[in-house]
T-cell receptor, first 111, second 114 residues
Framework: DAKTTQPNSMESNEEEPVHLPCNHS???????IHWYRQLPSQGPEYVIH???SNVNNRMASLAIAEDRKSSTLILHRATLRDAAVYYC????????????FGKGTLLTVNP | NAGVTQTPKFRVLKTGQSMTLLCAQD?????MYWYRQDPGMGLRLIHY???????AKGEVPDGYNVSRLKKQNFLLGLESAAPSQTSVYFC?????????????FGDGTRLSIL
């Protein structure tokens, strides 16, 4: 399985933008990039996914590098509710859609 | 709209006891998964199922058994609980088609084995 690398932790202030990076230098051409987050004492929840183009939804934006070897999850205005562990995961074909979780990035949001 | 429901939410067992964790989903999803999460770690896949009547091993299957007799339910069994199985267990489900579909997770079962 292709691996991802994320910083262990990041800190932000409330109402400021947050850019969470993810490196995936061994990504294959058909791998999708998925982001999940896990709020304290909850199960992971889906945030966003992309293949090649940048993506936006109500929760966040995903910026994907042209060579696809890295991506950035963007929270446009962080709130205290966004404090969570964020996981960047590659979804491969033929994997029965299994998710391989790393340790993710712990995002702290300061009031 | 319930989504994925896990039962029970908390449980304390003694070493050697057995128990079954239930996962139920109401989204008619084909795929179901069981994960465990230890403190400070990401989730690790225990077993999964690609449809009713099927099961397969994940990354850490030892000490666990699973069954998928009905499409909506995925059961995780511990035949003889060990302290090393103290963890938070998460169930997830997803639809069949496409790499662009997410997994939907339950809220977890917190299991302590003394």
């Amino acid at each position: 399985d292709a691996k991802t690398t994320q910083p262990n932790s990041m800190e932000s202030n409330e109402e400021e933008p947050v850019h969470l990076p993810c490196n995936h230098s061994t990504i294959s051409g058909t791998d999708y990039i998925h982001w999940y987050r896990q709020l304290p004492s909850q199960g992971p929840e889906y945030v966003i996914h992309g293949l090649t183009s940048n993506v936006n939804n109500r929760m966040a934006s995903l910026a994907i590098a042209e060579d696809r070897k890295s991506s950035t999850l963007i929270l446009h205005r962080a709130t205290l509710r966004d404090a969570a562990v964020y996981y960047c995961i590659l979804m491969s074909g033929g994997s029965n859609y299994k998710l391989t979780f790393g340790k993710g990035t712990l995002l702290t949001v300061n009031p | 709209n319930a989504g994925v429901t896990q039962t029970p939410k908390f449980r304390v067992l003694k070493t050697g006891q057995s128990m079954t964790l239930l996962c139920a989903q109401d989204m008619n999803h084909e795929y179901m998964y069981w994960y465990r999460q230890d403190p400070g770690m990401g989730l690790r896949l225990i077993h999964y199922s690609v449809g009713e009547g099927t099961t397969a091993k994940g990354e850490v299957p030892d000490g666990y058994n699973v069954s998928r007799l009905k499409k909506q339910n995925f059961l995780l069994g511990l035949e003889s609980a060990a302290p090393s199985q103290t963890s938070v267990y998460f169930c997830a489900s997803r639809t069949t088609i496409g790499l662009n579909q997410p997994q939907h997770f339950g809220d977890g079962t917190r299991l302590s084995i003394l």
